[in-house]
């Protein structure tokens, strides 16, 4: 159990350390196109490095709102069920939400594959290195997942 704690807390610095530096590096670009379009001297390919940080950012944001369960679940069922069986319902909003986490990294992978020769127009990098955050996020989430529907089954008697 030790050792899952381990891996599951180094995953979830790395992530959430990734997730930071994506959020400072699309800060500084968004503050220093400002000052520049300000000045008339905006740059071109700002916006476009803009949103494909964001897209990373996000994707991997929802990775550690999936390791803090914070969202991928209703609260609502959970808390109103019979005490006894809430871990049930932990357990089966989890399984709904690896269901979910399965197709999203199944469709990024297709979308990867889809848009392997198109390039982006300002910077002209390929596509897919932007939609790659689709299947990378989906199948970190979906350890989080599987690590915390086995806590539940082998390891706590209660919902937190």
Known sequence: ??????????????ETKFTLIL??????????EVILRYLRLPLYWSEEIS????IWMVMFGCIVGV?????F?????IRSVNKKYKRLAFILSNLVAVLFVSSMFYEGIILCIKTQRATSPALGIPQYYTYLAIPIAALLMLV????????????ERNLD
């Open 144 to 155: 989080h997942l599987l690590i915390q529907i086995y806590e539940k089954l082998f390891f």
């Open 23 to 32: 959020l400072i590096l699309l800060l500084s670009i968004v503050i220093i």
């Open 51 to 54: 949103r494909y940080l964001f």
């Open 67 to 71: 390791e803090k369960k914070t969202h």
């Open 1 to 14: 159990m030790e050792r899952l704690k381990g891996i599951k807390n180094i995953l979830l610095q790395a």
């Open 73 to 77: 679940r209703v609260d609502f069922i």
